[in-house]
């Protein structure tokens, strides 16, 4: 025989401040839990989402990034020769030799520099990325000295809107349009005729070789071909893969700060869900009496109790998630070490981490309730009912 | 009289108030944790000097600059000495044993950087030794470094297996000194360029320029960015300071979360706390009632309600404080080949009971309201 569940309910609703206390106390931990999440989340899907997956860039062996990477243009034209590389519809080679540096810009309304990455693009840039579009004003026409800025840039550098100039390598540039790359990392980036970056930054290499694979099964062929070549020191990665290293020391250093914070944080709404739960068995011994000699046994009582427990953490949970839901509409803008250069993302909420999130409200509410819960069940009939 | 009251009714509960002690200390711990780390975070500008200034490139780091630019920023009014080095920014073993390396021009540098101790034989076989390098305290110990070891690096910016010979191990002269570092001769960098890319060769990443006083230093940096105005390779120079801080401003949105992730820290004790004290209230009225009828004023009750909130805190925060010092031992030895130090300022000491006593305050802010304005009649009537 089980006592009804909204009993439980009732319970809560009955202490309303104390059950909003608590629960409000769950809901931050939550909310810091889901945001630490999110943010890894939302860096991991920007750069993981940069690359595509029939991509593959080529940069000098044991670079750990373009900006480190310096491709001769002769071994560019050997990758270039490679069978495995597609063809575009007017039999040019879907391969494209960048220019990648960083050059120091400053935000808006400030005057902090900050490393931005600035990329020589040839023809085939634009085809190898079918995320990038242009949003606003024009492409640059090639030999110019006019280039386009991603929508991160333009919202947040000076000189990165359209019709501003920037300065750099002796020469003023101006930006004649805006691109917008979906949620990618090139959002962070000025694209420019990678001629005149070379020239303007007495370059005599390129930095990187991108190309899409004729057929995407071909990868290992082509990698192993291109490092066993003793005419090469380049290596190749899947654009995929190449961003997601480049992300892997900042998501880490997101996962164990979220995770020692939620630890450090769950520990203290536990011992809040026990303090209520705890008050709320002192409260009620008569009634826990009652319903003991009306015949409830000690398992329902037991289950009551922890029921409301788990209902506590689940409206923390549930405002907590709420909260975090809100943390999307902002976007992070930081350095990433591993390639010194400004990166922006947005916290992304996934139902994973909803789940999660809630999963974890509901282990703290069962935590702190289940000791609270014992001692409502193992308390002894007549004393209940004589407590005052 | 009432504080034997207070301290009588704090245990009444024993359960609960251990609890929300024990609640109170480890939120207090973790934001005197939490404020050490963002201290840290700025160590690298703390311990920059007023008279070095750093020149590089003005387009970016990763633009180097001619060798040739040493002579004439020498001859510059106020410029005491100059050095000159590249981050080489070499791997050990995999990436994840990171350290700072880089090649220098050993004599000038170890003039500059007097705050890196070498004894002087140590200091003369370094210098001798074109392929020899120096090392930090903190990281020969890490990997059990002696003098005279070979220590092999896989260059990324300089492609290679490059090796070295330890010539010395240096000290910091202070507790804040990078000890996890590793120098060596910028002229074997450069040879070994001269053989394998030519056109690499020649060129240094910064200098670092030694100026006479600090109050010139703003002048000297003007001076240096204006000779090469105009040049292939324009310079921006600062000081060191304000160089540290660039790299720290860039990594500062991450920053900005921790602190405000150690605010929600204080927001949840304060909730477990005021929580804590409304059942405490909620169950006494009866007895604030009974003082009330005994004639006892509302300031008494209040300052009861009040003492008991503001004591609880207190223990909370005391314990908490006293938690902080095995905790940061326990980082400084766990962590440390990721800070050079972990220990608690007097500051946060007292930032951590500020709060603690901010926290008993709010919490007791409410019941103390109601325990103070509770009608005689009510009180009595109410079975809580």
């Known amino acids: 025989m089980a006592i009804p569940w909204s009993y439980s309910l009732r319970n809560l609703w009955t202490r309303r401040l104390t059950t909003a206390l608590t629960a409000s106390g769950m809901a931050l931990v939550v909310f810091v839990f889901a945001a630490t999440l999110m943010l890894a989340e939302g860096l991991q899907r920007t750069l993981v989402a940069t690359g595509s997956y029939d991509n593959v860039i080529v940069i000098r062996t044991s670079a750990n990034s373009e900006v480190q990477s310096g491709v001769e243009r002769d071994q560019a034209a050997i990758v270039e020769s490679l069978p495995e590389v597609a063809v575009g519809a007017e039999g040019q080679p879907l391969l494209d030799k960048e220019l990648v540096v960083l050059i120091n810009l400053t935000k808006r309304g400030t005057t902090k520099p900050a490393n931005v990455v600035i990329r020589g693009v040839g023809k085939a840039g634009l085809a190898l990325r079918p995320q990038v579009q242009l949003i606003a004003g024009r492409m640059p026409r090639p030999g110019s000295d006019e280039v386009i800025a991603g929508k991160s840039i333009a919202e947040r550098f000076q000189g990165g809107g359209i019709g501003e100039r920037l300065r750099f390598g002796m020469r003023d540039w101006t930006v004649v349009g805006t691109f917008s790359a979906g949620t990618t990392g090139f959002n962070s980036e000025i694209w420019g005729d990678v001629d005149q970056l070379m020239q303007a930054f007495r370059r005599p290499v390129y930095s990187s070789v991108l190309f899409r694979l004729r057929d995407s099964s071909e990868f290992e062929r082509v990698k192993s071909s291109i490092e066993h070549n003793p005419r090469l020191t380049l290596e190749a990665k899947r654009e995929t893969r190449y961003y997601a290293d480049q992300s892997e020391m900042m998501a880490k250093f997101l996962r164990i700060l979220g995770l020692t914070l939620t630890v450090i944080f769950s520990l203290g709404a536990v011992i809040g869900a026990m303090i209520t739960m705890y008050a709320a068995v002192a409260n009620r011994v008569i009634e826990i009496g009652t319903l003991r000699a009306l015949g409830f046994n000690r398992g329902s009582i037991l289950t009551a109790f922890v029921l409301e427990a788990l209902f506590l953490g689940l409206v923390g949970g549930l405002l907590g998630v709420a909260c975090a839901s809100f943390m999307q509409l902002i976007t992070i803008s930081t350095m990433n070490w591993q390639t010194f250069a400004e990166l922006a993302f947005s916290f992304s909420l996934t139902i994973g981490i909803a789940v999660k999130s809630l999963a974890f409200s509901l282990v703290m509410g069962f935590v702190g309730g289940l000791l609270p819960a014992v001692r409502a069940a193992r308390m002894n009939i007549v004393e209940a009912l004589r407590a005052t | ?384």
């Open chain 2, 1 to 384: 009289m009432i504080l034997k009251l207070i301290i009588r009714n704090a245990f009444r509960h024993r359960l609960r108030t251990i609890l929300t002690v024990i609640g109170v200390a480890i939120a207090i711990l973790a934001f005197g944790m939490l404020r050490t780390l963002v201290g840290l975070w700025y160590l690298g500008v703390e311990r920059s000097s007023a008279t070095r200034l750093i020149t590089r490139n003005a387009i970016s780091l990763v633009f180097p600059l001619p060798l040739s630019y040493l002579e004439r920023i020498r001859g510059i009014a106020g410029v005491k000495s100059v050095s000159y080095g590249n981050w080489f920014g070499g791997i050990y073993i995999d990436e994840k044993h990171f350290f700072a390396n880089e090649a220098v021009e050993p004599k000038s540098f170890l003039e500059l950087y007097p705050e890196f101790v070498l004894s002087p034989e140590q200091r003369e076989a370094f210098i001798r030794d074109r392929k020899g390098c120096i090392v930090g305290k903190r990281l020969a110990d890490t990997y059990g470094w002696k003098p005279g070891d070979l220590i092999t690096l896989r260059g990324t910016i300089f492609p290679g297996q490059w090796e070295f010979v330890l010539r010395g191990v240096y000290r910091g002269a202070e507790r804040s000194t990078e000890e996890r570092a590793l120098f060596f001769h910028w002229d074997y960098l450069n040879e070994t360029l001269k053989k394998t890319v030519p056109r690499r060769a020649g060129q240094v990443g910064f200098y670092v320029v030694g100026v006479t006083r600090p109050e010139v230093a703003a002048e000297v940096a003007e001076a240096v960015d204006r000779t090469f105005r105009n040049s292939l390779a324009e310079t921006l120079t600062e000081t060191e300071r304000a160089f540290q801080l660039g790299f720290v401003s860039m990594t500062e949105a991450i920053m900005i979360a921790i602190q405000i992730v150690s605010y929600v820290v204080i927001v949840i004790i304060m909730v477990v706390a005021a929580n804590t004290m409304a059942m405490t209230a909620r169950e006494r009225i009866a007895e604030y009632a009974t003082l009330k009828s005994l004639g006892f004023g509302a300031g008494h009750i209040g300052i009861i309600v009040f003492g008991e909130s503001l004591f609880i805190s207190l223990m909370g925060g005391l314990l908490g404080v006293v938690l902080t010092f095995p905790a940061a031992q326990w980082i400084e030895t766990e962590l440390s080949q990721y800070f050079p130090y972990f220990s608690i300022s007097m500051t946060t000491i007292g930032l951590d009971l500020a709060i603690a006593c901010c926290v008993g305050g709010v919490a007791a802010v409410f019941p103390t309201w109601r325990g103070a304005t509770i009608r005689i009649a009510d009180g009595l009537r109410r079975i809580g």
